[in-house]
């Protein structure tokens, strides 16, 4: 028995939505997000209530350096996703101010701190962060528009 001209088209627009479905879950889970960012820890850089776009690749491939703003899965909080500075990578020595020593960073981890110290909670409180939390590495505010460009290196002011 031969297909209708309609059943022919349902299964061709269905075929349609399920291609377009895969791709863009493909895009926004390995490639690029938009996220949404919430709080003060990263002013002035990020405000919140700015959305971002973030790119997945670096974290993929183990590209993620000192500076670079990232979202990762939040340590105390799985199902949050936080956004922080990259202050040190897996063998740097960094100074934690809130218990007044230096700690050296493990393999496989990265201390995040957020940009505005005094309401972040970040690796000051729970510690090295794993790198496999991470998510992707922010690259551009998209929202508002009268901030929307590239988030450069030189946004940070503390160091």
């Known amino acids: 028995m031969a297909a209708t001209p309609l059943a022919q088209s349902l299964r061709t627009a269905l075929l349609r939505v ?3 479905g895969s791709i863009l879950y493909c895009t ?11 709080g003060p820890s990263m ?3 990020i405000k919140s209530g ?3 776009l973030t790119e997945h690749i670096s974290v993929i491939f183990n590209k993620i ?6 979202i990762c899965k939040s340590p105390k909080s799985p199902k949050d996703y936080i956004c922080k500075r990259v202050i040190a990578m897996e ?3 960094v100074y934690n101010t809130e218990s007044n020593n230096f700690t050296n960073v493990r393999r496989g981890h990265v201390w995040l701190e957020g940009d505005n110290k005094d309401n972040s909670s970040d690796s000051r409180n729970y510690g090295q962060v794993p790198y496999g939390l991470l998510r992707g590495r ?16 030189d946004t940070e002011k503390s160091f």
Request: hydrophobic letters at 50%; a negative charge.
């Open 18 to 20: 399920v291609q377009s």
């Open 28 to 38: 926004l889970e390995f490639v690029a997000d938009f996220v949404f960012c919430s």
């Open 43 to 45: 002013e002035p850089t």
């Open 50 to 52: 700015d959305v971002v």
């Open 65 to 70: 350096r000192k500076r670079d703003v990232v």
């Open 91 to 93: 063998g740097d020595n």
């Open 138 to 153: 922010v690259f551009f505010v998209l929202w508002p528009l009268y901030r929307a460009g590239p988030l450069g290196l």
